[in-house]
């Protein structure tokens, strides 16, 4: 796999997409001895990778994690790495919840004949998970709540809380000074697990609004190619456009008053 520099310190192992396989982007922050991952990948099979591109590309050995937020394709490469994580604190009841959970095929076969909305999830974790027998959730070893600054000698890391409807523990990571801001999953609808009726096209504008910034023009998202500002802010108008369109639909669809 060949990184993408985004940036003078900044590369993206880039997400893949394929039948039952979900592999989000992985940021890599270097500056001289320090390697700091955002996001650990999604199983064993996608930290190796990770762990070899480094190596290949001659950056200094992973030194530390962040984790965007508590779900499967984000933190189970964590296991591959001995290193500290930074998470937000509202991350780690979600990760206690899931260090109870003897994950594995049994585990996940149960899963599949009892919660038909999480099939695809099954899939998906038999999929990209690797060898059960050596998995485990790491858990992060500092946490923070609103906000916190990662400064190496050249780069100035600031991971910011923002919440929304696809995780309520998402947090954003901007790249100060090189125009890049991680902002994973944050904006996207919840998981499709957890989707009411008409919630599959709901993008959280709010958050939008809020991590876009003069500073930036490089937004990497969970999985997609990187947005420019512009094509962010298409986001937010058509987004808008659609959700007026839908209310003309309704009142359509109600119909005259006949009295
Ligand atoms: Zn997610």
Not at 154 to 180: F, M, Q, T
Not at 209 to 214: E, G, K
Not at 237 to 243: A, D, H, I, N, Y
Request: aromatic share 10%; hydrophobic share 35%; charged share 25%.
């Amino acid at each position: 796999m060949t990184l993408k520099q985004l940036s003078p310190h900044v590369w993206l192992f880039p997400f893949e997409k394929g039948e039952n396989i979900t592999q989000p982007n992985i940021g890599i922050i270097t500056d001289g001895d320090h390697t700091i991952l955002i996001d650990a990948g999604n199983g064993a099979p996608h930290a190796e990778r990770i762990k070899t591109a480094v190596s290949e590309q001659g950056f200094a050995p992973v030194s530390q994690i962040i984790y965007t937020h508590n779900h499967w394709d984000h933190v189970f490469g964590a296991h591959c790495f001995d290193v500290p994580i930074i998470a937000n604190q509202r991350t780690v009841p979600f990760l206690e919840r899931q260090q109870t959970i003897p994950w594995g095929e049994p585990f996940l076969r149960d899963r599949w004949e009892n919660i038909p909305r999480m099939r695809h999830q099954v899939m998906e974790m038999l999929t990209c998970a690797g060898d059960w027998s050596q998995f485990s959730i790491k858990m992060p070893t500092l946490v923070f709540d609103n906000q916190y600054d990662l400064t190496l000698p050249n780069v100035h890391l600031e991971c910011r809380y923002v919440g929304g409807i696809h995780a309520i523990d998402s947090i954003v990571v901007e790249v100060k000074n090189e125009g890049v801001v991680f902002v994973a999953d944050s904006y996207y609808p919840p998981p499709i697990y957890e989707q009411e009726p008409g919630e599959e096209e709901l993008l959280d504008l709010d958050i939008i609004r809020d991590f876009l910034t003069p500073d930036a023009d490089i937004y990497v998202d969970g999985h997609n190619k990187p947005f420019s500002t512009r094509q962010m802010q298409y986001l937010i108008r058509f987004q808008e456009m659609k959700q007026q369109s839908k209310g003309k639909d309704l009142r359509e669809e109600i119909g005259e008053c006949r009295v």
